[in-house]
């Protein structure tokens, strides 16, 4: 089984900066895609950005300009840098992984999801 530990979440004001981190851990053979989500209160969880083992990455428009997704794959880690942050980020963001990882009784896909961190954005 896979885990997801996330970190960096906490209350900032309008225009400043946080740093997501999650890594994983567990019986990992692969990740393949990586990428982080947000759900605000009375909302539905969205996409914020992901990235390939590749490198590839795709962000939300709402976030485009603004966050930075990037993976360290030797750490099992993703990042998220939030810049000029606004009160519409407000949300918990959640990590999410696409993992091949392994058992005695072979290998398995698993989606994977962290617990999720808190941001605040005041303005």
């Known amino acids: 089984q896979v885990q997801l530990v996330e970190s960096g979440g906490g209350l900032v004001q309008a225009g400043g900066s946080l740093r997501l981190s999650c890594a994983a851990s567990?019986?990992?053979?692969?990740?393949?895609?990586m990428g982080w989500y947000r759900q605000a209160p009375g909302k539905q969880r969205e996409l914020v950005a992901r990235?390939?083992?590749?490198?590839?990455?795709n962000y939300a428009e709402s976030v485009k300009g603004r966050f930075t997704i990037s993976r360290d794959n030797a750490k099992n880690t993703v990042y998220l840098q939030m810049n000029s942050l606004k009160s519409e980020d407000t949300a918990v963001y959640y990590c999410?992984?696409?993992?091949?990882?392994?058992?005695?009784?072979?290998?398995?896909?698993?989606?994977?999801w962290g617990q999720g961190t808190q941001v605040t954005v005041s303005s």
């Open positions: 999410n992984a696409g993992v091949s990882s392994y058992s005695d009784s072979g290998y398995r896909l698993e989606d994977s």
């Open positions: 567990g019986s990992i053979f692969r990740i393949y895609v």
């Open positions: 990235v390939t083992s590749t490198g590839s990455t």
